[in-house]
């Protein structure tokens, strides 16, 4: 995949006087279906999560409060998107490099991914993201 293919999706937002709602539907907002959420938080000032790929799943990333950065590398360029704002979320396919770093205090992540948790489809390994890019083992 290409940092061409991440994107900002607009989540919907409903107005109203008592407090604003915005919902994530699957594979309406999402482009997969939705087979596991978890959520970052509580991470101390400094600290970086990610620092890894996905042979095959995808994300979609929402800050649902405060902020942070994302950056994401496809093996030759990188861009680092900043989420501050509930309503949108950050869509990563698979394939790319993600850091996550920059937390505010109290900053809360919410991930939605298109699979189980399955530790072999994690690259770990920055030279072995780079040769998985390449086509080498």
């Known amino acids: 995949m290409k940092l061409s293919e991440v994107k900002i999706i607009?989540?919907?937002?409903?107005?109203?006087?008592?407090?604003?709602?915005?919902?994530?539907?699957?594979?309406?907002?999402?482009?997969?279906?939705i087979e596991r959420v978890y959520w970052i938080y509580d991470v101390p000032g400094g600290q970086v999560r990610g620092g890894h790929?996905?042979?095959?799943?995808?994300?979609?990333?929402?800050?649902?409060?405060?902020?942070?950065?994302?950056?994401?590398?496809?093996g030759g360029k990188r861009e680092v998107f900043?989420?501050?704002?509930?309503?949108?979320?950050?869509?990563?396919?698979?394939?790319?490099?993600?850091r996550m770093e920059n937390f505010s205090t109290n900053s809360l992540a919410v991930v939605l991914s298109s699979t189980k948790y399955d530790e072999s489809d994690y690259i770990r390994e920055y030279q072995s993201f780079l040769n998985y890019k390449n086509g080498k083992k």
């Open 82 to 98: 900043q989420l501050n704002r509930s309503y949108y979320g950050l869509y990563i396919p698979a394939g790319l490099w993600r």
């Open 53 to 74: 790929a996905f042979i095959i799943q995808q994300e979609l990333i929402v800050a649902l409060s405060g902020s942070f950065n994302v950056m994401i590398d496809d």
């Open 10 to 33: 607009d989540l919907p937002k409903v107005p109203d006087p008592r407090g604003n709602l915005s919902f994530i539907e699957e594979e309406q907002q999402v482009p997969f279906k």
